[in-house]
């Protein structure tokens, strides 16, 4: 946010090219559209992060999405895809049996209908449902949302999914249709049609499907995360804080990305790891008691929890008078 | 200092439950709808999410407990697309196109209708004017596997039996369904394509003159034109004006890539798309209606001017369903935004 955008001025960099090319993307675009035309809305959000995309809610607080991998999409239409083959091999089922007694017409007309209405409204029917996201999407965690902030309309969904007919199943049929030695050019002409659509989201920086560019639309993360245990107030701490005091000094050796990724490796619940950097950390903070804790996960882990919650706490502290210290390198 | 007491901590504490409960409200409306919530829970839905709204920016601000942070990132967004996704349920989405969406769109691209169906007339004069003059040109125009006992060749009887047959009457219900999903691909390639400058769309329009065209042909060659006109219109009023309307809106898309105006490019194709796709949406239903009317209609009645009144009368529902003029452009509007 803004106070991390002031950091970098008198913060010493780390990634000198990365940092000047966010600064002159920011320059150039400032909060208004940019050159994939979105909104007023939605702006490129001040942040490494070339992913993130931050919308503006209209009560005023800006939501950062997240866009979602190109791999994840991809993995998403291949669960659709393998969820409509097994709905029509059940439809084939149904309609081969109704076929076999004798009522010829009505079979043919559930499988030429049920395979249509497969193929065209699946991907309509679950994006224009509430989660805006088909089976493969909410396995994967990702939804369809609208690129200007609005509402998914219908007819985005709509006009995102038609476009699908000519990105995949057109070259598909063709490649099935054709054969012989006339259209091997054809093919070939069919085949470079579906990479250029394929690979389509790989050259715009937003990952836009050719579907996506038209119908105003985009595919973000949605992930849903559960609230975890405050780590500053586990049992270990509100006991042991008496045990493990640190000096300021002590406490004044690392910044906010530290504290973040302390706070990741407690959650991990990896003893590898926990052993690794409680060594590392008594090693920094020079703590007089560090051989006591050798091969004592427990004491470890209480250890790294009150070092956490002392860290937090004199963190959070600079935080209320408008100081963010980001990393061990930020010396302030 | 005791580990309790910190800020962040209390600041989660106070706030906890009404997290858990927007949490929980989310979970039911996104596996069902907002129907689905007592009224109590729906006036309280709002509130929650305003508050957690403030627990986000005052967490950014204040708390260092990544997973406080990330956590309300996710549930904020969430409660964001629940309550400003979609608010109307799908029965009454279905209503408002049928009354609203789909005869707005269809005006809205008048002009683009006209071009379309010029194209396709004159698509079907060239065609005309190149078989009547030499008959080869008919297979140039007309594929072998659609042509079947249709050809420059056939005789009178030939040809007048393949408009009054209605075949296999068994059938006839299977052909109809494969003329449906046939020509609604068709259709939607139409739209599909019309980015592309909107070229495929025209290419798409004109092709469907020259089949036209090309029929008419030998049909008329052979004194059979009346009759003719009876076997296309019953449904080719409702089929060709279908196509017409997706190559329309194709060329809709098409003409805004190459014409964006004074809004970006993508601004001007995303709101082309969105009205087009509406269009689109009505076309496939269009093409179902066609799909009946040739499968049977064209099938079990073979008197011509019965044939003829049929696809007049169609023909004239489809002309005032669309462009009967309609009051209150600023509703329509509104309800755009919301559905």
């Known amino acids: ?332 | 200092m005791s580990s309790s007491s910190l800020k962040s901590h209390k600041f989660r504490l106070d706030r906890e439950d009404g997290w858990k409960r927007l949490e929980f409200l989310l979970k039911r409306v996104e596996s069902r709808s907002l129907k689905s919530l007592t009224d109590e829970d729906l006036i309280a839905l709002p509130t929650l999410y305003r508050a957690t709204l403030s627990s986000l920016s005052v967490a950014r601000a204040t708390s260092l407990d990544q997973d406080v942070t990330l956590y309300l990132e996710s549930l904020t967004t969430r409660a964001y697309f629940a309550i400003y996704g979609n608010k109307s349920s799908m029965f009454e989405r279905i209503g408002y196109f049928f009354s609203h969406s789909w005869p707005r769109a269809v005006q809205s691209l008048t002009k683009e209708t006209l071009a379309a169906l010029i194209i396709t007339v004159l698509g079907a004069l060239i065609a005309y004017s190149l078989v009547t003059s030499n008959s080869d040109w008919y297979f140039s125009f007309i594929p072998e596997g659609l042509a079947g006992d249709r050809s420059p060749a056939s005789t009178y009887e030939e040809l007048r039996k393949t408009l009054y047959s209605g075949g296999d009457s068994d059938s006839l219900s299977v052909f109809a369904t494969y003329l449906f999903s046939h020509n609604s691909r068709v259709a939607i390639l139409a739209f599909a394509l019309g980015f592309a400058f909107a070229v495929p769309s025209v290419v798409l329009l004109l092709y469907n003159g020259f089949t036209l065209g090309a029929f008419i042909a030998i049909f008329v060659d052979k004194g059979l034109g009346y009759e003719l006109g009876g076997w296309l219109s019953i449904h080719g009023t409702t089929e060709i004006f279908a196509i017409v309307l997706a190559g329309s809106a194709g060329m809709k898309i098409g003409w805004s890539v190459a014409f964006p105006g004074e809004r970006s490019r993508m601004d001007a194709v995303s709101s082309a798309t969105s009205q087009s796709a509406a269009v689109l949406g009505g076309v496939i239903i269009m093409l179902f209606c066609a799909g009946l009317l040739e499968g049977f209609g064209r099938q079990l009645i073979v008197n011509d001017e019965a044939r003829y009144a049929i696809g007049f009368v169609a023909l004239t529902l489809w002309l005032l369903y669309f462009y009967l003029p309609r009051p209150d452009e600023d509703a329509q509007n509104i309800w755009d935004e919301i559905s």
Do not use: C
């Not at chain 1, 004592?296 to 956490?308: K, S």
């Not at chain 1, 004199?314 to 930020?330: I, M």
């Open chain 1, 1 to 332: 946010m803004s106070s991390s955008a002031t950091t970098k001025k008198n913060y010493k960099i780390q990634k000198p090219i990365k940092h000047k090319n966010g600064k002159n993307k920011l320059g150039k675009n400032k909060l208004g559209k940019n050159k994939l035309g979105r909104q007023k809305n939605t702006y490129r959000a001040p942040n490494f992060d070339k992913n993130i995309r931050t919308l503006i809610t209209p009560e005023g607080i800006d939501l950062r999405l997240r866009l979602a991998d190109t791999g994840t999409r991809i993995g998403a239409f291949l669960i659709d895809l393998i969820l409509m083959i097994i709905a029509l091999i059940l439809l084939l089922l149904i309609t081969g049996k109704i076929f076999i007694e004798d009522d010829r017409e009505i079979a043919s007309i559930i499988l030429i209908l049920g395979a249509f209405l497969l193929r065209n409204f699946y991907f309509m029917f679950f994006e224009m449902g509430g989660k805006g996201a088909t089976l493969g999407k909410r396995l994967l965690k990702i939804r369809v949302a609208s690129r200007n902030g609005g509402h998914l309309t219908a007819n985005a969904v709509f006009a995102r999914n038609a476009l699908r007919e000519v990105e995949f199943f057109l070259p598909l049929g063709l490649v099935f249709s054709l054969s012989g030695d006339i259209n091997g050019w054809i093919n070939l002409m069919a085949l470079v049609w579906s990479l250029i659509f394929l690979f389509f989201p790989l050259f715009n920086k937003d990952k836009l499907r050719a579907g996506d560019l038209i119908a105003g639309t985009w595919v973000v993360n949605a992930p849903r995360l559960r609230l975890s245990k405050d780590l500053s107030a586990t049992p270990t701490v509100s006991d042991g804080h008496s045990k493990y005091r640190f000096s300021a000094k002590q406490i004044d050796a690392y910044g906010v990305r530290e504290l973040h990724v302390l706070e990741n490796i407690l959650r991990m619940k990896k003893s590898k790891s926990i052993a690794e950097v409680s060594a590392r950390i008594i090693t920094k903070i020079q703590w007089k008691d560090g051989h006591m804790l050798k091969d004592n996960e427990v004491e470890q882990r209480a250890f790294l929890n009150a070092y956490y919650a002392a860290l937090r706490g004199s963190l959070e502290a600079k935080l209320l008078f408008g100081v963010r210290r980001k990393d061990k390198f930020d010396r302030r």
